[in-house]
């Protein structure tokens, strides 16, 4: 229940969300789910600041550990398989893809968890908007990290001041495009339908 006296004037005549709303409209009553409908021209409320401050923070948490795994990997590998850059990528590029998986697992999952205080997050345009602008701008200096390592990997067993190995670049390019765009896209497209 709200207290009343801390809402501001607007707050109080905007109607607040029920826990119906959070479950995707279904109200119980006497133990069964009933569907609860919004009346013809009646808005669903637009999402709350803590919901949306839910949404950066899970869709930044994501990335950043997407990426903090992937520099860690990197890290790793060739301090423990004694093998050049080009034995080593085929592994890079493998761990690369089980980490992805693993992350948008991990979106799919957190898009759809049910909060105790925020509640629940809804498909709508907004929490899309938000998903894709603030945690990107958040998130992705978060990618730096490993791409000075993969710039370090493009220079191995080079001339000094060449890069000999440009897919380790792209490596990173690809996993970029990966916690930039599909990571946000698909918790965007897992959260609940608002219908």
């Known amino acids: 229940m709200v207290d009343e006296l801390s809402l501001s004037e607007g707050e109080q005549r905007r109607p607040q969300p029920t826990l119906a709303h959070e479950r995707g409209g279904q109200a119980e009553r006497g133990g069964r789910a009933e569907r609860v409908s919004l009346s013809q021209g009646e808005q669903r409320p ?16 994501i990335k950043l550990g997407y990426w903090a795994a992937l520099t860690l990997i990197e890290l790793a590998l060739p301090r423990l398989l004694d093998q050049g850059f080009t034995e080593r990528f085929p592994l890079s590029i493998a761990l690369a893809a089980v980490t992805t998986v693993l992350a948008l697992a991990w979106a799919r999952w957190q898009a759809r968890v049910i909060d105790r205080r925020a509640g629940g997050i809804e498909r709508g345009f907004a929490t899309i908007a938000t998903t894709f602008a603030a945690a990107s701008v958040v998130a992705s200096p978060g990618s730096l ?10 220079l191995e067993g080079c001339a000094p001041g060449v890069s000999c190995h440009l897919e380790a670049i792209l490596l990173w390019v690809a996993l970029f495009a990966v916690g930039f765009v599909l990571i946000p896209a698909v918790f965007a497209f897992s959260l609940r339908s608002s219908q």
């Open 46 to 61: 637009l999402p709350r600041q803590k919901t949306l401050a839910l949404l950066v923070g899970r869709v930044t948490t």
């Open 145 to 154: 990290p490993l791409l000075l390592v993969e710039r370090a990997r493009s």
